[in-house]
Nanobody
């Protein structure tokens, strides 16, 4: 069984920063990528950023230049540094772990609220 535990969400003013962390544990085999998604009220869940085991990154256009994803492969941990936050970044942020053979996993979500 695989578990993802997120931390680092909270309330911040516009222009501020937050750093999210996600630690994966359990029977993890052959990780393809780890990433962050978000879901705002009334909207679909969307990709924020992802990083492959080889270090390639992918970002949503709305966060490019403001957010940075990184990972520690040895610890199955992924981070999301969020700078210059905007009210429209307010959402529940979910960590995702994608493996080659044993499935796709989600964290429980962490709330990020950006006040104007």
């Amino acid at each position: 069984q695989v578990q993802l535990v997120e931390s680092g969400g909270g309330l911040v003013q516009a222009g501020g920063s937050l750093r999210l962390s996600c630690a994966a544990s359990g029977s993890i085999r052959s990780v393809n990528a780890m990433g962050w998604y978000r879901q705002a009220p009334g909207k679909q869940r969307e990709l924020v950023a992802a990083i492959t085991s080889g270090g390639r990154t992918n970002y949503a256009d709305s966060v490019k230049g403001r957010f940075t994803i990184s990972r520690d492969n040895a610890k199955y941990t992924v981070y999301l540094q969020m700078n210059s936050l905007k009210p429209e970044d307010t959402a529940v942020y979910y960590c995702n772990l994608d493996t080659n053979w044993t499935g796709n996993y989600w964290g429980q979500g962490t709330q990020v609220t950006v006040s104007s």
